[in-house]
């Protein structure tokens, strides 16, 4: 039989610990600033249609935090080879014309050269689909501080479920309780329901994630993507949860064929 006894502290008995004072920022003045800075234990969830960029907005958010902290940064890329990942950061971090890196390989030799002489603390898997495996590197591997996942929908989990939203619930909390026990931030990128292509107004919301489990809940930062195809150089940047700061939009000036999100 378990007894469970639950415990009380006097409020000038509790210590705040060094998580609390240091914060991380995106490299965005303006989305900084709406957020009020990343913690350990943070959950970011970034989510938008088809084509609006969240890959790319993730990997340019990446390499700001790997220029400005240069911290561990495990990068689960789970749709594509993590030769095309690296690919993408060498273009972003020596802003070159990813169709260049693409086509030439003298070009692409060069871009990825300078990017490795940055000695930045980047690793890239595209063979981690399992949460379980997820949970062994960490525990091999204590020192990684940011965790990003593209996309969530594409990890696995070994155990078996009767539901979708079982299986992806499961996965969730494993990560919460990751984030908790490794003083890491975890950025997640997500599909929205297909419900935002039926709707007038295509700009997506926070129900557009309640396919995807306790997504919305899990999660202490959500961003929303949105980009007119009439406008298709800024980027609206919703910040449509925040459990510790504001909510509100920003703007960003998306550059193609460079592959980069700068201030707008």
């Keep these: 039989m378990f007894v469970i006894v639950a415990t009380i502290n006097k409020i000038d008995e509790i210590k705040i610990n060094d998580k609390f004072s240091k914060s991380y920022d995106l490299g965005y003045k303006n989305l900084d600033a709406l957020i009020g800075g990343l913690k350990d234990g943070n959950i970011i969830t970034v989510g938008s249609r088809p084509g609006m960029g969240k890959t790319t907005f993730l990997n340019n958010i990446v390499i700001n935090l790997l220029k400005k902290y240069n911290l561990p ?4 890329s789970l749709e594509t ?44 898997s595209d063979d981690c689909f399992n949460i379980l495996e997820l ?21 696995k989990n070994e155990k078996p ?6 299986l992806s619930n499961d996965i969730l909390d494993r990560l919460r309780y990751l984030t908790t026990k490794y003083k890491t931030i975890i950025f997640i990128s997500s599909q929205l329901s297909r419900n935002v292509e039926y709707r007038e107004n295509k700009r997506p919301l926070l129900v557009d994630l309640k396919n995807t489990g306790n997504l919305e809940c899990n999660s202490d930062v959500v961003i929303l993507l949105y980009r007119d195809y ?23 000036e998306y550059d193609k064929e460079k592959s980069t999100f700068i201030e707008y």
Excluded at 106 to 117: A, K, L, P, V
Excluded at 141 to 152: E, L
Excluded at 161 to 166: M, N
């Design 73 to 76: 940064i495990l990068y689960l």
């Design 81 to 124: 080879s993590k030769e095309i990942a690296a690919l993408k950061f060498a273009g972003i971090c020596t802003e070159q014309d990813l169709v260049k890196i693409w086509n030439n390989k003298d070009y692409s030799e060069i871009s990825m050269n300078e990017f490795i002489s940055k000695k930045y603390n980047l690793y890239i």
């Design 135 to 155: 949970e062994q590197l960490l525990e091999e591997n204590r020192d990684i501080k940011f965790i990003v996942i593209d996309y969530i929908q594409l990890m």
């Design 161 to 166: 479920f009767t539901s979708v939203t079982d």
């Design 230 to 252: 009439d406008n298709k150089n800024i980027t609206e940047i919703s910040v449509s949860k925040n459990r510790f700061c504001s909510v509100g939009i920003t703007y960003l």
